[in-house]
Structure formats: structure tokens, C-alpha cells
């Protein structure tokens, strides 16, 4: 875009920022009264009814009058000549992955005064800001793609670093106050406080943030789109997992928000909100431990492609896991994920699952005799937990005998090291269709 068009667009901006100062000085800008949640002096966050004007309204009244101003007429003519701008106007312009939005010479203008709509009212014009505006839009129909922001806050995690990198797009970082208000107000749970409540003093800040650059689509898109490339666990799903392989804490999803930026969609939009779990203990993530959080994501990345469905299985159990109250219910959850683990792709229902569970997970786990048999007898008493649970009988814990609390901590551990260790051995192997060949670890060659 030239300067005489990016002139061109600033004086037209000038004209219609008058307009509207026109209709400020006789109050008649319209308002509505809206419920929002902001951040107070005091750190926390209150929800307050705020007035705001309602400028989609505002400019559909005044667009007549708009569009004849010679200052606009001759800017859109001049705008009209760059033949790339030419071509995403009046059209879809968007993602396959996301949203196609149409753009007019009507849109480009109110996206030229959006530095100038307050909230509540209409702030001063300044020109080097509206030309600093016009050629942030210049930039975004140039380029061939378009960014877009995913956010998915953390509920119950907590940080001392103010920000993870875990790739070149993707980020765990402390969210501005901002942000953590759009959350709020899009019904996004962060608080451990009742949602209906109007103040909330403990507020989760973090969340994981991937911004992704996508190929521009001019036209529109065709459906549906395919991906070679899919995943069976989510990303965002997957980096909370490795968080809780890490270490023991609550944390999960509270939700995701998407944010489409620049000229084609400026807008969030919820894509959906997660129940408000119960927090047994928080996610504390201290200095010096980002290092090895982010090895274990990254690992577990790497062959997400390639999730074997009794690894999947057992991933989502022991997720669940962590988010339960009850250590009957953690217990049920870990012995499905041991199970998913060491009787994976079993033919034979048959034989005595416990006794081959055991085994198995005793074999896998320890090289040492002695520690084998310790591991060989805790899931024999765990899976005997289990049947208990499962099949409504007594579970009476003798003096001596292994807590609950003890069974959920041993079990953690033990189906923590499993995963990992397999992720280790699908990396070397590099099998799409991997399974663990128990028969070599009960008979190993020597």
C-alpha cells in the first residue's frame, strides 16, 4: 500500500471520526449496560455492570452518511487499484483449519478507527496513530498467511516462571488481566470460588497459548478438511498429561478461547468450557523443573502421532485419576490404566488376569529380583483393591496393611514410569503399529 492510498485512508478516517464526535457531543452515541468482570486496585477480580456504547449499531446508523464523503468515495476508488487488496475485498478471506470472513472497503474503515473506540466513549483522533493502524491492515492483506491464538487456561496450576517455551509456537505463560477477564466473562471457570459469585480473590493465571500462522484462503473454503497429521489426545490435552506425568497436582483444562487477530476476524470465540474439578492439592511448578516438564512433553509429542490405543487408554485413565476425590474411584482409573498397559491387545480373557498383570508389571518395571517381587505383590493387593471396589465389597484395611492412600501414591508412580518408559521405547523403535513384546521380556534372549 502507498502513501497516497495510506493518506487517502487516514483522511477518510478523520472525516468519519468527526461524524462520530457529532453524535458524542448530542449523546447520541448508543449505550447498553453489560455485566463484565475486570480486575480491581486490590488484585482481585469483581464483576460490575459497566455501560458501553454498542459501535456495530452506531456505525450502521451513520454508513449511509459515511459513504457519501468524497473523502471515502475517493479512498475506496484508490484502495480499488492495489490489485492484491483488490482481490480479498468483497470476498471470503480465511483458514481451512478455521473461518472464512468477508471483508468490505466499509470493514477496513472501522477497523481503521478501532484505536479511537473507547469503551464508553469516543477518544481523540490522532493521525500517526490511524496511519500506524492502516498499515498493520496493509500488513495482513499482504501476507500469505493469517495468525490465530489458541488459549487454554490451567486450572489449579501455578508457576514460579512467568512463562515456559515449549516450542516455537506454543507457550504456558502468566495471561494479562485482560485475558483472564474475556475468560471470565465467557463463562470460563478459574476461580475455586462459586461462579455465581460476583468478586473472585483466587484467580488461576496460566494457560497454555499456541499462536499458528495459516495458509491465507481467498475464496471459499472447501470441505471437509482431512489432516494426515492428526493426534488421538488433543495438544492442549496432551501437554496438561505430561504436566501430570511430571509431578502430583491438580491441573486441567478449563476451557478454550480462540483468537482470530488482525483485518480478517478480530474477535475470541469460545470453543467450549470444562467443569470446575475438585482441587485435591495445587500444580506448583518451581524454578529448575521446567526443564525436565518440558523434556517429558516433548518426548511424549513426538510420537503422539503414532498413540497405540492401549497407550491412549491409559493416558486418559490416569488423567482422570488425578482429578478425582475419592481413592476408590483414583484406584478403579490407575488399575483400568495398568491394565490398558500390561494385558494390552490380550486374545486370552481367559487366563488369571491378576497373576499376569502382576508379572508383567513386575518384569517391566524393575531388573532386580527382589524389587521385582515387591511390585509382583503390591498388584496383587491392588488389583484385589480393585475387585473389591468394582464389585461393592467390604474393603477393610487391616493394622499393617497398605493404605488407600498408600495404593493411589505406589500406583501413580508406577503407571507414571510405565508411560514414560514406553514412550521411550516407541522413540527407538519407531513402529506405527508398536506394542510391548511381553513374550521377549518374560523370556529374554541372552
Known sequence: ????????????????????????????????????????????????????????????????????????????????????????????????????????????????????????????????????????IARDFEADYITVEEIAPLFGFRAEAESLQLDDDLTIEKLKPKEISILLNSGIHLSIQSPHSDIVLVVYEFGIVRRKRYKKQIGPRSFPVTRNTETKISWEELIITSLQLFKAGTV??????????????????????????????????????????IDLWRRLNLVSINLPNFLVVALSRYSQSVLKSAYEDKIIDLMIAAEAIFLQSESDVNGELNYRLSHRAALFLEQDPNKQREIYRFFKSAYSMRSKIVHGSTLEIKKGQMSLNECVDLLNRYISYSIEKIVDLMRQQKNTKFKVDWDNITFPSR
Not at 29 to 45: F, V
Not at 64 to 85: P, T
Not at 97 to 107: A, D, L, R, W
Open 252 to 293: 486441567s483444562s478449563a476451557g478454550k478461547i480462540v483468537n482470530y487477530t488482525g483485518l480478517f476476524k478480530s474477535s475470541y470465540l469460545l470453543q467450549h468450557t470444562s467443569s470446575r474439578p475438585n482441587v485435591n492439592s495445587e500444580y506448583n511448578l518451581k524454578n529448575g523443573e521446567e526443564g525436565r516438564a
Open 1 to 136: 500500500m502507498d502513501e497516497i492510498v495510506e493518506n487517502a485512508l487516514a483522511c477518510t478516517a478523520e472525516d468519519i471520526h468527526e461524524i462520530l464526535s457529532d453524535l458524542a457531543r448530542k449523546d447520541r452515541l448508543l449505550s447498553t449496560i453489560d455485566r463484565r468482570w475486570e480486575k480491581s486496585d486490590r488484585e482481585y477480580y469483581v464483576r460490575r455492570d459497566i455501560q458501553l456504547i454498542v459501535w456495530p449499531i452506531v456505525f450502521h446508523q451513520i454508513q449511509e452518511e459515511i459513504s457519501q464523503l468524497d473523502s471515502y468515495q475517493k479512498a475506496e476508488k484508490l484502495i480499488l487499484s492495489d490489485a492484491k487488496i483488490k482481490d480479498q475485498l468483497n470476498t471470503v478471506v480465511g483458514t481451512e483449519e478455521f473461518f472464512s470472513h468477508q471483508v468490505t472497503f466499509e470493514g477496513v474503515m472501522r477497523k481503521t478507527l478501532i484505536p479511537f473506540l473507547g469503551e464508553n466513549s469516543l477518544l481523540e483522533f490522532d493521525y500517526e496513530i490511524a496511519l500506524s493502524q492502516i498499515r498493520s
